[in-house]
């Protein structure tokens, strides 16, 4: 139990693979849903004595019957692999430039300033073809739709629930994308909705807020396959100057659910406020439970390589400060050394989606990442780490070596620079990684769903044993109850003989402690001893064998009293010894019938 959750892999320097373990607990699951489905058959066969005791008994099967369901609905949630991937860093540190270099299309707006306003989330479709925009306004019930339309070539508005100003400025913007490419509308597209400020105007100043919380975006990513799907989330850079760009940060830390991240490093700024501000705000969600991202588990990039050389490299022994007590050493994470804007020319080049700047950048850069006669020059993953684990740190350096050495006997130039510019690595470390950091989650996330039925199974018969414990305290209080009204009873036929004179009382054995002793006492011993026998250890049904009892049990004192005190009475007593009692028998017989009911 302690291996499978992940909290226990936070200081491992390779996520285990847990798919043999996942298929264990898988079954475990299974078998517990059908454990749960029979006991919900058999608990409503248990004998009950009473129409409430049925109602409860059925009430815990189908209680027990919805906890197996729920583990049968987190079974069946686990077809899908999928893995958050969330983006964070610096403004400028090259984290929108890294996505469009995963997706091989230049579709998220890029600056040198702070660009990214709303947080973006990238979901992935089959084909460009059915790629889409989804915005969501602040308000309720506020959202668009932009889907592409293969037949026109161009963008449409699917669905509009934003205000008419706000649709007519969207409007506007495809009427400026027409006769571009799909991913050129895009870029031109999520730019203008990443500017939209309040009021429906593009404005400038930190005081304006974007009209916008969430754009989810549809297009390929490349990542996804062989069970695995990835969610893409980009988020605004820590340093911004403008205030709303940080709430968005924050907003986005925290729905980031089990989320591997990705920190984007620009050496220039390592030191500076933006990285250590980032941190402490992962830290703090993590500390509050507002965002499950695990920075232990996540990858470090240091980015623009191409500008630095071998200066980056010496980042890779730094530490990473977060307060006056709290560092993230480089060399115990997985660190890897790369250029975006590289990964981004050579991947788009692949494809054929380079513009003509960007075609002029791919023939002045990209073949200085590689160069054959300066091998320590470029080839940026002969830096990379695996933490502390040096076999997984030989791993992925000669899974780069070996790609490139491939590369080089074939002439394979895209594979050669996809290499030498350090994206192969990272990618293939993020599919080799996902896969594991999915079945841990499922397994994680399995195991909790197991635990919390057993758990509320658990507390089911918990409650009923205090729901039948309640019962007897009931019983009990009942009990007493009917022994006050015996008392009672005495109290008020003894008020009606009060004529008798006191000390006729007193030789008769009427008075209040002879009539104690040899009355009210044995009838309510008798009552409690035999109430609690029949109702607790017999379970019969309260009906005329205890009524019997009851009438027994008054005869039998009665007998006794006549005996004790035959030689004295006269007549006259005689009569209103009669006449006390038959009222006294007369006034509990009553009183009996009406509590037999009640019980």
């Not at 990684?433 to 397994?443: E, F, L, S």
């Given at each position: ?406 590369a080089e006997k074939e002439n394979d130039d895209y594979m ?79 008020a009606e003989f009060s004529a008798v004179p006191p000390d ?96």
């Open positions: 139990k302690a291996l499978i959750k992940l909290g226990e892999f936070t200081k491992a320097s390779e996520l285990l693979d847990m798919a043999q373990v996942f298929d264990k607990i898988k079954a475990s699951g299974e078998k517990m849903a059908d454990l749960l489905d029979k006991a919900s058959l058999d608990i409503p066969n248990i004998k009950c004595k009473s129409d409430s005791s049925r109602t409860y008994i059925n009430k815990v099967a189908q209680r027990i019957k919805g906890e197996g369901n729920k583990i049968r609905e987190k079974l069946a949630s686990f077809d899908d692999n999928t893995v958050n991937l969330c983006f964070i860093g610096a403004y400028s540190s090259g984290k929108s430039t890294l996505i469009n270099a995963l997706l091989g299309y230049r579709i998220l707006p890029t600056s040198l300033e702070s660009k990214t306003a709303i947080m973006m989330q990238i979901c992935g479709v089959p084909d460009k073809e059915k790629s889409y925009i989804e915005v969501c306004g602040k308000a309720p019930g506020e959202k668009a739709k932009i889907c592409w339309n293969k037949d026109t070539k161009t963008l449409t508005l699917k669905s509009c629930t934003l205000p008419v100003e706000v649709r007519g400025e969207i409007q506007g913007v495809f009427e400026s994308c027409r006769g571009k490419k799909l991913h050129e509308q895009f870029y031109t597209c999520l730019d203008s909705l990443n500017s939209l400020k309040d009021g429906g105007n593009p404005k400038e100043g930190e005081n304006q807020e974007c009209i916008f919380n969430l754009i989810t975006i549809g297009f390929p990513i490349p990542l996804d396959g062989n069970g695995l799907k990835f969610i893409i989330t980009d988020t605004p850079g820590t340093d911004s100057n403008n205030p709303n760009h940080k709430r968005v940060l924050k907003e986005a830390l925290s729905r980031q659910d089990n989320s591997i991240a990705i920190f984007v490093i620009n050496p220039i700024k390592f030191e500076g406020y933006a990285n250590h501000s980032l941190l402490k705000e992962v830290l703090k969600q993590q500390m509050e439970k507002k965002n499950y991202l695990d920075m232990d588990q996540s990858f470090f990039v240091i980015n623009w390589m191409d500008c630095y050389g071998k200066e980056g490299y010496k980042f890779e022994s730094k530490s990473m400060p977060i307060d006056g007590n709290r560092a993230i050493n480089l060399s115990d994470v997985k660190l890897f050394f790369l250029s975006s804007e590289i990964a981004f020319l050579v991947r788009a080049n692949k494809i054929g989606s380079l513009n003509d700047d960007d075609k002029k950048d791919y023939k002045r850069r990209v073949p200085e990442c590689y160069d054959k006669d300066d091998p320590d020059f470029g080839r940026y993953y002969s830096h990379n780490h695996f933490g502390r684990s040096l076999s997984g740190t030989e791993r992925i350096r000669k899974e780069s070596a070996a790609a490139l050495s491939r050669k620079y996809l290499v030498s510019s350090g994206f192969y690595s990272l990618i293939k470390e993020i599919r080799s990684y996902g896969h594991r950091h999915a079945v841990a989650v499922k397994t994680s996330a399995l195991l909790q769903g197991m635990e919390t039925a057993c758990k509320s199974v658990s507390d089911m018969v918990l409650e009923t044993k205090l729901g039948t414990d309640k019962d007897i305290e009931k019983i009990n209080a009942s009990l007493q109850a009917e022994i006050d009204r015996v008392n009672s009873i005495i109290t008020e036929t003894k006729i009382k007193r030789q008769l054995g009427i008075d209040a402690d002879s009539f104690y002793d040899n009355v009210k006492k044995p009838v309510e011993n008798d009552l409690r001893e035999n109430l609690h026998k029949f109702l607790f250890f017999f379970q019969v049904k309260v009906d005329e064998p205890l009524e019997q009892l009851v009438h027994e049990k008054v005869a039998d004192v009665e007998r006794k009293y006549k005996e004790q005190y035959s030689l004295m009475r006269t007549k006259k007593l005689e009569d209103v010894r009669s006449s006390f009692i038959n009222r006294f028998i007369e006034k509990m017989a009553f009183r009996w019938k009406t509590w037999v009911k009640v019980v």
